[in-house]
Structures are given as C-alpha cells and as structure tokens.
C-alpha cells in the first residue's frame, strides 16, 4: 500500500477528530463571514497535482490556505440567493455517515439501503399529504426530478397511442405539447434531454398580475390541442412562489385526459404549516410530482424525490438489464427507476434529519422562514428607493428599485450587499429585480434586521 495511504489509515482515528474540530469551528463562524468574499484579483493559476502527495493533514491545510476564504457561506443565515437551505445539524451527522458507509445501494442484492429509502420516502410522503399510490425515488436535484417525471409523462404518450417511446423512439408520438403557465427552466432542459425538444413548451396565460396560469387558457390550449398532452403545474414559483390551482386544474384532466406533472421543487413545503397548506391543496392529485430536499429540508447538496402514481412506466423507461442486477420484479429496485445505475444513500441525511426533528421540527423551519420573509416584504415598503414587484405569498421576497430599474444597477446593490446578504437578479414581468428566498434553518429576525440595515445603507 502506498505509504501516504497506509500513514492516514493508521492516524484516522486523530484525522477525523482534526477535521470535526475544524467543521465545527467553520460552522460556529459561518454567520459571521461574508457571505460572498470578493474573489482575488488576479485569480491565482491552478496548483500543479503533488507527485508523492503529502497526505490528508496537508491537504486540508493547503485547501483551508488556498480555497475556504474564498467560499461563499452558503450555509449561513443570510444566504438568500436561489433557494438554498443549510444543513441542520442531524442531516450533516448522516452526511457524514453517509460518505463513512459509502454505500451504492441500487440493488436487492445488497438491500438495506433501499429499505432505509423506502422507509424515508414514505415519511415524506406523509410529510407532504401524498396518498399511499404514490411511490418514490431519490434523485440528484429538481431537474433531474423533473426529467424523470416528465420522462415517465412521455412513456404515457406512448400508451396512449400504443407505442413504447422508450422502445420505439419519441418519432411515434408526432408533435407533443407540454403546457404550462411559468415553467421552471429546469423543464424545458429536461424536454431537451427527453428527445421532445424546448419546442414542445407551450406558455400558457397568466392570472392578471399573477405568475399562477389561468385555468380558462389552459382548458382553451387543452382544447386546441391536437392529440394528448402534458401539463406541467407549479406549486410555488420562483420569483413570486406562486401556486397553480391544482383541484382546478386535476378537474380539467377529467375532461381532455393529459399527464399532470406538478413542479413543487419547494413550495410542497408550504403542507407542513396549517396557515398556508390550502396553497397545496390537491397535490395528491398529481401523476407526477417533483420536491427538492436540498432546499427547504436542508439536507446537503445534492438531494431530491421524485414521485409518481405509474412505477410501472417508469420502470419501463429506466429498466437496465445485466446479470448482476436484481431483477425487475412487482417492486423494482432503484437502478430501475432513475437514469442512475449508481447513486450515494441520499435518503440518509434526510432520514436522520425527519428523525431527529420530526414533523414540529420541520414545520417550524418553514413557519419562521415565511416569517422572516414577510418582515423583510413588509421592511423594503418602508425603505426609500425600493418597492415590492409581489405580494409575499410565503418565503420569496421579489423587490428592485423604485427608480429606473435596470439590471445593470440592481447587479450593482446585490454586489454591494454580498458581504451581508447574498440575493440573486430576476426578471418579473418584465422588470429587472433582486429575489431574497428563506429556506436555511439558522436563519431569525436577527438576520432580517441586518439585512434590513445593509438596504438602508446602501447607496442607490
């Protein structure tokens, strides 16, 4: 055995106690870096790779020298670009675990893992309202969700005129339409990826003043529609975390039979707090459904499910035959469900995170978040020079300047705020604007007070 490899096998006891003690110390500062340090100027050039190496100890030296100043704290309070969650401190132990068990667990023939996935699968179930019909799996993220839904979407297609698009091709389903009011970017990439094409995404209009889509358009497009469709309904937007009306829209499906597919990346959280459950209501209803965890349950990157009422179909698609995989069988095991023959135990860190804290844990993660959210709303209506583009329906504030709102000088406060506050730019209805999404477990109205001073201060 190399010598470097056999030395921090010898010394992992002490090296895990050295890198607990430096995790620690990093997470008990990480609401007091800056959470986005500016990059140096010049970048430095990329290190050369070590012949001989130097050994674990070393290169945790070397990476908190050269990399850790320059990250961004992503797990703190006041990162509030994109919808990014931290991780609570149960989810980072079964992280941990995770890596140590290092555990591909697609198959019966090694089954545990699989079990422990089911097992945390039906807690999120429940978690979320779904009925015992819908089974799921774990993926990387919203987007692979999204495409793994829409891929099982396009196997029903295919039933529907007697074709198998994942036997034959997507040639046989002629041109198929995907419907949807304010489609997250994630599916028209996942329409790329599926042979559909981009082309397939028809927009459909919008509730007045609304990113919500108006059920009389879609049921006209529905009827226009030539042959079966898909519909992709949202259970929280981004910019605005906007919700379909999901009964309303289920209802249509009675009348013209299409897939629904509900995009609820973050807002199925929204089930969890009794105040704004109604938001959801229906999202049982769905024949496929796709939640991130990495978000609002704050579990580590990279983690999400996938649900769908048709395993069936979607085995038929993801179905990957060799000897040395367990069979296909009435319950197909995970290297049938997902385009991943191989993928770590995600369900770990968000087993131990439901188990630690359990449903009033999570519930009160989301209520405080759509607290701090609704405070800062209500702060920037008093700040001179900024106005509110949406009302704060639950953890997203959309805001940008009062006065000539051009990317250019939003991207300017953003960067001036990054030390204390990270928000990311959009674009909502047509206005260029800056969004504050609350999705991390740490943070509390302390933070919304910081935040709120940082707008203050910063010159327009």
Not at 247 to 260: H, K, S, V
Not at 278 to 286: C, I, K, N, S
Not at 295 to 312: C, E, G, I
Not at 338 to 352: C, G, I, Q, V
Request: aromatic content about 6%; glycine content about 10%; overall charge negative.
């Amino acid at each position: 055995m190399f010598r470097g490899l056999a030395a921090d096998r010898d010394e992992l006891p002490g090296l895990l106690e050295h890198v607990q003690a430096h995790a620690a110390a990093l997470l008990k500062a990480v609401g007091e870096r800056e959470v986005v340090p500016p990059p140096p100027s010049p970048l430095p050039a990329p290190a050369a790779l070590p012949a001989g190496g130097a050994g674990a100890r070393a290169a945790l030296e070397e990476f908190a020298r050269r990399w850790e100043p320059r990250l961004s704290s992503s797990a703190g309070p006041r990162y509030l670009g994109f919808v990014t969650g931290g991780v609570t401190p149960a989810a980072l132990v079964g992280d941990w675990l995770t890596g140590a068990w290092d555990q591909n667990s697609n198959s019966s023939l090694d089954g545990a893992g699989q079990e422990l996935e089911r097992e945390t699968l039906g807690w999120l179930r429940e978690l979320f309202g779904l009925s015992g019909e819908h089974h799921g799996t774990f993926v990387s993220g919203a987007t692979m969700s999204n495409t793994v839904g829409l891929a099982v979407a396009r196997e029903w297609l295919g039933e529907r005129l007697g074709v198998s698009p994942a036997e034959d091709g997507t040639g046989p389903l002629g041109r198929v339409r995907v419907l949807s009011g304010s489609p997250h970017s994630s599916v028209a990439k996942a329409l790329s990826m599926l042979g559909l094409g981009r082309r397939a995404l028809v927009r459909v209009p919008l509730l007045p003043g609304r990113e919500a889509v108006d059920p009389a358009a879609l049921e006209a497009a529905l009827r226009e529609a030539d042959g079966p469709c898909v519909v992709v309904a949202n259970a929280g937007t981004v910019n605005t975390v906007d919700f379909d009306d999901l009964p309303a829209i289920a209802a249509l499906r009675e009348r013209y039979g299409f897939w629904l597919h509900v995009d609820a990346a973050f807002g199925a959280f929204a089930a969890l707090s009794p105040e704004h459950a109604h938001l959801v209501a229906g999202l049982d209803l769905a024949d496929s459904l796709c939640v991130d965890l990495h978000k609002w349950l704050n579990v580590p990157y990279d983690s999400a499910v996938q649900f769908t009422r048709r395993r069936d179909l979607q085995a038929a698609v993801f179905q990957n035959s060799a000897a040395y995989l367990g069979p296909l069988g009435d319950t197909p095991d995970t290297v049938h469900l997902t385009p991943e023959n191989s993928h770590r135990l995600r369900a770990l860190a968000a087993w131990f995170t439901l188990y630690a804290y359990g449903r009033d844990g999570h519930r009160e993660i989301v209520e405080r978040c759509v607290a701090c959210a609704r405070a800062l709303g209500e702060a920037i209506e008093e700040l001179p020079g900024l106005r509110l583009l949406a009302p704060v329906r639950l953890n997203v504030v959309c805001f940008t300047l009062a006065g000539d709102p051009t990317a250019d000088r939003l991207a300017e406060l953003a960067g001036r705020l990054s030390r204390e506050v990270f928000v990311t730019p959009t674009v909502y209805d047509g206005v260029p604007a800056l969004r504050a999404a609350f999705s991390n477990w740490r943070t509390t109205d302390a933070d919304v007070r910081r935040i709120v001073t940082a707008l203050r201060d910063a010159p327009r």
